[in-house]
């Protein structure tokens, strides 16, 4: 069981800048790919970004692709999500999750995930 738990949500302006964490709890950190999603009021949940295992693989969706960037630190078991030039649109719960060696923008693939952390991105 791997428990991943969000954190660095809040409140900025437009322009303004965020950095998401995603701490987990397994050892074996290194095996999983993680992504972030992110799900607004009345919408679906959507793919956000997404990097690999090992950390050399990225993809991002083309709505954040220039703006946000995944990274993440094995040793500490932590991956983060760097969010910059925020905007409005950009509002939403944000979701950190994990699939075992899995490279894939579905969410049905991930089989573990955090509880959310809100991002407000004011006008």
């Known amino acids: 069981q791997v428990q991943l738990v969000e954190s660095g949500g809040g409140l900025v302006i437009t322009g303004g800048s965020l950095r998401l964490s995603c701490a987990a709890s397994t050892r074996t950190f290194s095996v999983y790919t993680m992504g972030w999603f992110r799900q607004a009021p009345g919408k679906e949940r959507e793919f956000v970004a997404y990097i690999s295992w090992s950390g050399g693989s990225t993809y991002y969706a083309d709505s954040v692709k220039g703006r946000f960037s995944i990274s993440r630190d094995n040793a500490k078991t932590t991956g983060y999500l760097q969010m910059n030039s925020l905007k409005p649109e950009d509002t939403a719960v944000y979701y950190c999750?994990?699939?075992?060696?899995?490279?894939?923008?579905?969410?049905?693939?991930?089989?573990?995930w955090g509880q959310g952390t809100q991002v407000t991105v004011s006008s």
């Open positions: 999750a994990a699939a075992r060696m899995t490279l894939d923008t579905k969410s049905n693939l991930y089989s573990y």
